[in-house]
């Protein structure tokens, strides 16, 4: 009987370690992106026209404004300097936009590029809304956290029942690969988080979205799923 109960309490002591050194990781990650985000909000935009090049834009323009029923409620998660949100706008006019983001600067640079948007500063592993969107969607920032579960869990708390999220983010190809390797040389040591088409459909049916739909090209991996279900 003692012998059962000392693994059992170091079962649970294993547990308790780990999850604190998960939790950690991820305050440490925020911590640095955040800080890597100081030097870069001015010049994201010069990188947008890069990428752009490449179709960023028109892969974002393209899902936003494919969506088969138009959105009230909006939620970008990791706004940047708003691209994703400018897009949705236009798309559906008279939508209510959110726009979140870690970085104060981000979002100083999202709001001088203008538009009737609210803006939040928060994280996106616990975002400060309720389950009030039509759309919940995040472009390029899932790479940027170390604990992608609670993200897309989080995206689909903030969804109402029938809500659509839209979610991409580098994958297993070449561009992923190579900024796994630069993004910690030149962020002060962030991580850069890549996935597979299989583990962001994972990610996406055990936060209980319906309908996955995953898509992808050498660049990153688009998923949609729909929230069917209050939770
Ligand atoms: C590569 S930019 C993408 C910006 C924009 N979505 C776009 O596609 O142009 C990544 C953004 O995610 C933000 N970010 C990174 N980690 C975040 C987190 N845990 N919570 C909220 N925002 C985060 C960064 O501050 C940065 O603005």
Known sequence: MKIIRFFSLFARTG???LSHTMDDTARQQEF????WARGQARAYPLWLRLIGWMGYGRMMRRAIAGLPHAPRDVLDVGTGTGAATRIAMEAYPGARVVALDLSPEFLEEARRQGGSIRFVQGGAAALPVKASFDLAMSFGVLCHTADAAQVVREMRRAL???GQALLWTRGRGPSGQLLRWVFPLTS???EF???SRRELRRLFEE??????RVTGDAHGVLVSGKATVQR
């Open 15 to 17: 547990c308790l370690i």
């Open 32 to 35: 640095r992106v955040q800080k």
């Open 160 to 162: 109402r029942p029938g």
């Open 188 to 190: 002060g040591g962030a």
């Open 193 to 195: 988080y890549i996935y």
């Open 207 to 212: 936060a209980g979205f319906a309908e996955v």
